[in-house]
Antibody, heavy 119, light 109 residues
């Protein structure tokens, strides 16, 4: 069965960096676009970034552009999110999600990892 | 950027009743590329509906989606106790950016 397991969250000071990872299993990872979506405490969902199956196409939300970098390693079935210059408003649960084969909706989600940005 | 507005913010109903949740878009969503998700406390969202009206794998047929253009609806025909949750719509017809609605909380009356 499809499994997505995020890791790497934690407490970081404003201006700091963190790298999230998402380990995928149960499907052919290299066939699918992947995405990161976040949810601030008590708030709604916010799309962060997505990456094509080969890694050649990448998009970011304006709120993270220039600070976050999405990447993938198809040999390791893994997705990453490098987060730099973190701000208090980046505090959220970060979900890794598989993009459905045809269109840009999300058919499988990980359990999420909490990132807290605070001094 | 397409802004999605969900209504009502909170819906209070009893098990067995019919629920109608709305999602309005600030501009037309091309090809009806709209999805609905259910989220329960402490859990990740779950895909219910994609392409406005197609049920995702394993989703009961009491869930249905409809609409086009700027007006979309999620209907739950007869509420089961496990259906009380927060529901989000998401558009992918004009992306990036992909956008979500702010959510509708469906609570037990």
């Amino acid at each position: 069965q499809v499994q997505l397991v995020e890791s790497g969250g934690g407490l970081v000071k404003p201006g700091g960096s963190l790298r999230l990872s998402c380990a995928a299993s149960g499907f052919t990872f290299s066939d699918y676009y992947m995405s990161w979506i976040r949810q601030a405490p008590g708030k709604g969902l916010e799309w962060v970034s997505y990456i094509s199956s080969s890694g050649s196409t990448i998009y970011y939300a304006d709120s993270v552009k220039g600070r976050f970098t999405i990447s993938r390693d198809n040999a390791k079935n893994s997705l990453y999110l490098q987060m730099n210059s973190l701000r208090a408003e980046d505090t959220a649960v970060y979900y890794c999600a598989r993009v459905a084969m045809v269109h840009l909706h999300f058919d499988y989600w990980g359990q999420g990892t909490l990132v807290t940005v605070s001094s | 950027e397409i802004v999605l507005t969900q209504s009502p913010a909170t819906l209070s109903l009893s098990p067995g009743e019919r629920a109608t949740l709305s999602c309005g878009a600030s501009q037309s969503v091309s090809s009806s590329y709209l999805a609905w998700y259910q989220q329960k406390p402490g859990l990740a969202p779950r895909l219910l509906i994609y392409d406005a009206s197609s049920r995702a794998t394993g989703i009961p047929d009491r869930f249905s989606g409809s609409g086009s253009g700027t007006d979309f609806t999620l209907t739950i025909s007869r509420l089961e106790p496990e259906d009380f949750a927060v529901y989000y719509c998401q558009q992918y017809g004009s992306s990036p950016p992909i956008t979500f609605g702010q959510g509708t909380r469906l609570e037990i009356k």
